[in-house]
């Protein structure tokens, strides 16, 4: 089993930043790929960006160059996302997927952009 919290999420302008951390706990060590969703009203969810083990980083193409994913430690991983736009409003989850592919879920967290 593989417990996720994430933190961050808030109100901001557009064009601020805002910074979101996932902590993981439990099972850790079973953990390959972690990875940043988002679910905008109306919308299925989707991924913004990943970083396997190995530290390789992915991205949507919405967020090419205005997201940035990052190990912090062995159990955190942030997202750092500047140049919000209204269109990045949504929750945002953490996941975290295991070699044996089961995939764990934290509870999310919103993020508004006003324009």
């Known amino acids: 089993q593989v417990q996720l919290v994430e933190s961050g999420g808030g109100l901001v302008q557009a064009g601020g930043s805002l910074r979101l951390s996932c902590v993981a706990s439990?099972?850790?060590?079973?953990?390959?790929?972690m990875a940043w969703y988002r679910q905008a009203p109306g919308k299925q969810r989707e991924l913004v960006a990943g970083?396997?083990?190995?530290?390789?980083t992915n991205y949507a193409g919405p967020v090419k160059g205005r997201f940035t994913i990052c190990r912090d430690s062995a159990n955190t991983v942030s997202l750092q996302m500047s140049s919000l736009k209204p269109e990045d409003r949504a929750v945002y989850y953490c996941?975290?997927?295991?070699?044996?592919?089961?995939?764990?879920w934290g509870q999310g967290t919103q993020v508004t952009v006003s324009s």
């Open positions: 996941a975290a997927t295991t070699r044996t592919g089961r995939q764990y």
């Open positions: 970083i396997t083990s190995g530290g390789s």
């Open positions: 439990g099972s850790i060590f079973s953990v390959n790929f």
